[in-house]
C-alpha cells in the first residue's frame, strides 16, 4: 500500500468513528462532557460542538447556533481551513506556511476572544 491509501484508511476511520458517535448521541443524549466547564463551570470555545454538529444533523439551525454561537458562524472558514489541510496532508504536498501561520493565528485568536465572550453572560 502507498501513503495515499494509508492516509485514506485513517480517515475512512476517523469519520467511521464520528459517524458512530453521532449515531450514539443521537440515539442516547449522552456525550462527552467538557473537563474545562465540569471543573471550572465556564464555558471553553468548544462547549457545545456535539450539540450544535447533532442539532445540524437534524437540520435544526436554530438550536445548532444556540449551542455555539462563535463556532456556528465561524464554520465555513474553519471547513475551508480543515479541508485545505486534509487535502495537502493526503496528497502529501506542503502547506504554503506564512498563510497557514497567519488563518490559524487568526483561528486562535478568534476562539480565545470567543471563550472570553461567551463567559461575560454567565
Known sequence: MNLRHDR???LGIWLA???VYLIWVRATGWGIPCPI??????ECPGCGIT????ALSRGDWASARAANAGLF???????LFLGRAL???????KADKPVLRIAGAG???FLVVWG??????L
Open 107 to 109: 483561528l486562535v485568536i
Open 73 to 79: 458562524y465561524l464554520s465555513p472558514f474553519l471547513a
Open 87 to 93: 487535502w495537502l496532508w493526503l496528497t502529501g504536498r
Open 8 to 10: 485514506l484508511r485513517v
Open 51 to 54: 450539540r450544535m454538529l447533532t
Open 116 to 121: 472570553i465572550v461567551r463567559n461575560l453572560s
Open 37 to 42: 466547564h465540569t471543573v471550572t463551570g465556564l
Open 17 to 19: 468513528v464520528g459517524l
